[in-house]
């Protein structure tokens, strides 16, 4: 190996380093957990190596629940944030007097703390002994009854928890593609309007097609970002999440950990796996769609 080649190595050397302490390690050594039957966390000893752990997850109700809420809180806000993100970057990228202005205004909800946010959605939704809370006062103005958003039916707490969730993804989004549209050559946007094309036929052949890599990078991040909520439930629901039934996946890695019915890291670290590899196969499935319709 020649000189410059170590020193390439050299430089990689840090973030090597950083890696293999803070990310392969930690990975190992879930695996290891996850597969060591009866562990006591205070003797730091085990009985037993199988896959008692992942059976016992997979048949734990509260992991079950949590798993049915972290797939509704993707199917629902990944596409929905992504979707209304490109509608309003298209607007914003056709505005040209206080554009800066506008795209400040959009992103100031993802630069705001994630309770602070929770706390303003609380008073929106929840009911009190003083109020039945904005939301409901305007179902009410229509003639319909008041809903408790936050401690009422469960479809009420999952149409609250998948509004939060857009409110807060969609800022960096609508900056994601703004960025995106803005760098498409406007030759052809001319070349097209030349040719009379309208403007339905001028998104679907051009502006989507030279943006696509944007969007998958956007749909993939979304992806692996909803799979990770746990904060946004907490600051609406608070940290009983089981009794809320709106614990997600890594919620019920927590509360296996530190939670009240915490002092479990081996059923903590096969939850984490599942997690590992549900994410790993949304992924790859993405990745294979994305040959056949991602332009690069």
């Known amino acids: 190996m020649d000189k410059n080649k170590w020193k390439g ?10 890696l293999g302490v803070f990310m392969v390690y930690p990975l190992i050594d879930v695996l290891i957990y996850s597969v060591e039957e009866g562990y006591n966390f205070a003797s730091q000893t085990y009985f037993d190596i199988g896959f008692y752990n ?27 944030s992504t979707g209304l993100a490109l509608l ?32 303003v959605f ?17 179902i009410n103005w229509f003639g319909g009854e ?35 549209l803005s760098s498409v050559n406007q ?18 052949k051009i502006t989507l097609p030279m943006i696509s890599p944007t969007v998958f990078y956007l749909v993939i991040t979304g992806f692996i970002g909803a799979f990770k909520q ?3 439930a907490v600051a609406l629901f608070g940290t009983d999440l089981n009794a809320a039934e709106m614990n997600t996946i890594v919620g019920y890695v927590y509360d296996m950990l530190y939670g009240d019915s915490g002092g479990y890291p081996s059923y903590a670290s096969a939850a984490a796996i599942v997690l590992f590899v549900i994410v790993l196969t949304i ?14």
Do not use: E
């Open 230 to 232: 746990y904060s946004d």
């Open 122 to 138: 609380m008073i929106l939704f929840k009911k009190t002994a003083y109020t039945d809370g904005m939301v409901n006062l305007l």
């Open 187 to 204: 030759s052809y946007y001319n070349a097209a309007r030349v040719d009379g094309t309208g403007r339905g036929r001028i998104f679907l």
């Open 9 to 18: 190595w050299l430089y990689l050397l840090p973030a090597i380093l950083f």
């Open 54 to 80: 992942f059976s016992y997850v997979l048949h734990d109700p509260y992991f079950l629940q949590a798993v049915k809420n972290t797939f509704l809180m993707v199917v629902i806000t990944v596409p929905i």
């Open 88 to 119: 309003i970057s298209m607007g914003l990228s056709s505005i040209r007097p206080l554009r800066k202005l506008y795209q400040t205004v959009y992103f100031l909800p993802y630069v705001t703390n994630t309770l602070a946010v929770g706390l």
């Open 283 to 296: 992924t790859c499935i993405n990745l294979l769609i994305s040959k056949k319709h991602i332009h690069y």
């Open 146 to 180: 008041s809903i408790d958003f936050i401690d009422g039916p469960y479809w009420a707490k999952m149409l609250v928890m998948c509004i939060y969730i857009i409110w807060v993804v969609m800022p960096f989004k609508i900056l994601i593609l703004t960025s995106a």
